[in-house]
């Protein structure tokens, strides 16, 4: 068995299909996420909104509003940058795009102005809106109960918040990890072009190489699990490079949790390996046949997992939760995820477990189908 090991990987070092699929391609890709999304998260960092404020007669009238823009454009991390300046100025910036809206005290009205909609202005249209309702508010209660003005508005700026918001992660969100962990998850399930191999290598109505395995004088499972064996080690090797060139190359986060992503890899690609395995050994056609069947559902699930449109793994998950858990790419994904953003491993755990389901089923169904696999004549 150690002799048709060793010599099994030496053919599998010489095939240029077993070390492109599963290493370069996924290689590739990652350089070409890299260059794609390398500053999507830098558009989500908050950047102060400049604000134009026309500086007249009625805004000095007002000068709670000039309070709240004045607390609201302090500290480091203030939300305006405020310019006061006459109305044809703001007009020109706002036209010249070097503000993203400018406000106008008329009379009793404030008014806001922008020419476009995104969440620059939601924002400023939003403080506008709290600070009317408050000011709103605080006329009704002083219509009623004019005694104490100084209390009511000395409490304005004490607010008090009654909801403590508790994360259950001390991880930062990064929507671009997804789309690496996915690669991960495809390049471990293209191992399963290796395992495809080692099947349709002993199946001896294939090829004449198939045919020469079976009638020599050894068992037809040995060589199988020598040859998967092989192949396991090579896949497992070219998944740890691609993990390394993500880790110390391309500066990918995977959370301080090392040895379940280790655990994770192994783990993964062995259930790629065996998918391919049950693949071969279940669909009776032609190798390019099996290759295709292969290729689409590995990819089907990549896309349901989030590789191509990172929305539909959440649209799944909350539509279909049956088909997250039926699809081994995207638990193999989750499991990654769930080690970098959550603290504990309940959720890695149970991802995992499912997955080993899936391995240990595809093996299963592999030894039952070709342990019985005869031939009339070779």
């Known amino acids: 068995m150690w002799h048709i090991f060793v010599y099994r990987l030496k053919c599998l070092l010489r095939d240029k299909e077993s070390l492109f699929w599963p290493m370069v391609f996924p290689l590739i890709l990652a350089m070409f996420f890299q260059l794609a999304f390398s500053n999507l998260n830098k558009g989500e960092i908050f950047q102060t909104i400049e604000l134009a404020v026309v500086e007249n007669e009625d805004l000095q009238n007002e000068p709670y509003l000039k309070t ?5 454009s302090v500290g480091e991390s203030k939300l305006f940058h405020l310019t ?15 503000v993203s809206g400018y406000l106008e005290v008329t009379g009793k009205q404030v008014k806001l102005f922008v020419n476009d909609t995104g969440i620059r202005q939601s924002i400023i249209k939003s403080f506008l809106d709290n600070y009317l309702q408050t ?16 209390q009511l508005l000395s409490r304005l700026s004490e607010r008090r918040q009654f909801v403590a918001e508790v994360s259950g992660t001390s991880a930062e969100p990064n929507s671009i990890l997804n789309y690496f962990y996915t ?3 495809m390049a471990c399930f293209y191992g399963g072009f290796l395992g495809l191999n080692e099947v349709s290598r002993i199946e001896a109505n294939l090829s004449p190489l198939a045919a020469r395995v079976n009638i020599a ?3 037809k499972l040995k060589a199988f699990l020598a040859g998967f064996g092989a192949s396991w080690l090579l896949h497992l090797t070219e998944m740890f490079i691609l993990l390394c060139f993500l880790r110390y190359v391309l ?7 090392s040895f379940y992503v280790v655990l994770t890899t ?8 065996s998918f391919g395995t049950f693949i071969s050994a279940l669909v009776k056609k032609a190798e390019n046949m099996k290759i295709a069947i292969l290729f689409t559902v590995t990819m089907t699930g990549c896309f349901l997992a989030g590789m191509m449109y990172a929305e539909i793994k959440y649209l799944v998950s909350r539509h ?5 858990y039926l699809n081994p790419v995207n638990l193999l994904t989750d499991a990654y995820y769930s080690l970098y953003y959550y603290d504990t491993l309940n959720r890695y755990l149970q991802n995992l477990s499912v997955l080993i389901i899936f391995a240990l089923l595809f093996c299963l169904g592999t030894y039952l189908i070709i342990r019985r696999r005869k031939y009339a004549s070779l």
Request: charge should be negative.
């Open 217 to 219: 004088p050894v068992h």
């Open 68 to 72: 709240a823009l004045a607390q609201a």
């Open 84 to 98: 006061f300046t006459s109305q044809a100025e703001a007009e020109k910036l706002l036209q010249e795009n070097a």
């Open 320 to 324: 279909v939760p049956v088909l997250a």
């Open 183 to 185: 690669l991960i998850a």
């Open 251 to 257: 500066q990918i986060d995977f959370g301080p949790k």
């Open 266 to 273: 192994i783990i993964g690609s062995f259930a790629g390996l």
């Open 135 to 150: 000011a709103a508010t605080v006329n009704t209660i002083l219509a009623k109960n004019p005694q104490k003005p100084e």
